[in-house]
């Protein structure tokens, strides 16, 4: 039987695992956390205390449940993987839009990753970009 997409990411994250003690910063907590034994670091606070009671900076003109993020923290929790995109491109996706004052430290911090994933069930197939924190 094929599994969506979420299935899919998950599985490969399932492969790319380096030891039990890998992370995943998500937005998408839900499928790849329940799919794989990884430590999930939540960037919408959802399932994260500090990020929950932290007052939203873009309050109101966001998508509601989406507007709490502290990537300055997130960052500073050092996971193994970050997953910023869930989509399936035809070609790789490009550095996640950080605010300036990080993007030096998680580019020499990560190495931007895509892999060709196929997503039966949803007749789609295509690059899948992720962040993956250097040994």
């Not at 969506?4 to 380096?18: E, Y």
């Not at 910063?25 to 994260?48: E, S």
């Not at 923290?73 to 050092?78: D, G, L, P, V």
């Not at 580019?107 to 994933?117: F, T």
Request: hydrophobic share 35%.
């Amino acid at each position: 039987m094929a599994r969506p997409r979420f299935h899919v990411i998950g599985d490969f994250f399932n492969t790319a695992s380096r030891d039990a003690t890998d992370s995943i910063f998500t937005n998408d907590i839900g499928v790849v956390g329940y799919v794989t034994p990884f430590r999930i670091y939540d960037a919408l606070g959802i399932v994260d205390r500090t990020i929950a009671h932290s007052a939203p900076a873009t309050a109101g003109r966001g998508m509601a449940g989406h507007e709490k993020q502290d990537l300055e923290y997130s960052c500073a929790r050092q996971p193994t993987f970050v997953m910023y995109t869930v989509q399936l491109r035809p070609q790789p996706a490009g550095w996640p839009p950080y605010p300036a004052e990080l993007v030096a430290r998680v580019q020499a911090d990560y190495g931007l990753k895509s892999v060709w994933l196929q997503d039966p069930q949803n007749r789609e197939r295509g690059y899948f970009t992720y962040l993956e924190r250097r040994r």
